[in-house]
């Protein structure tokens, strides 16, 4: 069960989204753990592998990609459909051949059509290692750095944070 009301996460999710205009951002990969539990409820503490939550700008609800183990722990702690609730295989994990990333980049390649991508780059879960995965997945495109817009949204507490 998700912390808080889903009005909440819209709210919080609308104002990422102002953000991201703002910066001239029309797709964002949050990477940190906490914006991904601010945005979505989820509560994994996996970050240990890639995992990702992408707001698209617009969009009522984020979407989660998460390794196919981990989903058993987003479906209690998120609000979002199961439709919003993403994995790559397991088979990903661990080998120099296929990287979590092929599927993260192939899915935001997908949701960002021609627009701009932003990433999360001061996330400390997201290595030099990661950015390079990152953008063989993506090919020639641009990636914005994201790092300031969902904490630039988290600084004014709503009155059901204060709660």
């Keep these: 069960?998700?912390?808080?009301?889903?009005?909440?996460?819209?709210?919080r999710v609308q104002r990422v989204s102002a953000?991201?205009?703002e910066a001239g951002i029309d797709t964002l990969l949050v990477l940190s753990q906490d914006?991904?539990?601010?945005l979505t409820g989820y509560?994994?503490?996996?970050?240990y592998v890639p995992q990702v939550t992408i707001?698209?700008?617009?969009?009522?609800?984020?979407?989660?990609?998460?390794?196919?183990?981990?989903?058993?722990?987003?479906?209690?702690?998120v609000y979002l459909d199961e439709s919003r609730i993403e994995c790559y295989?397991?088979?990903?994990?661990?080998?120099p051949e296929r990287s979590?990333?092929?599927?993260i980049?192939?899915?935001?390649?997908?949701?960002?059509?021609?627009?701009?991508?932003?990433?999360?780059?001061?996330?400390?879960?997201?290595?030099?290692?990661?950015?390079q995965a990152l953008v063989r997945a993506l090919g020639d495109r641009e990636l914005l750095d994201g790092s300031s817009v969902v904490t630039r949204a988290r600084t004014k507490k709503s009155a059901a944070e204060l709660a």
């Excluded at 979590?100 to 599927?103: E, K, L, T, Y």
């Design 1 to 11: 069960m998700a912390a808080f009301e889903i009005s909440e996460y819209r709210e």
């Design 19 to 21: 953000n991201m205009q």
């Design 35 to 38: 914006h991904m539990t601010y």
């Design 43 to 47: 509560e994994g503490d996996s970050d």
């Design 55 to 77: 707001v698209h700008a617009g969009d009522t609800d984020p979407i989660i990609i998460l390794r196919e183990m981990d989903l058993y722990c987003a479906y209690p702690t």
């Design 89 to 95: 295989p397991e088979n990903h994990i661990g080998t």
């Design 100 to 103: 979590p990333w092929d599927v």
């Design 105 to 131: 980049g192939r899915r935001v390649a997908e949701i960002a059509g021609s627009g701009r991508i932003g990433v999360e780059f001061s996330s400390s879960n997201f290595s030099f290692a990661d950015h």
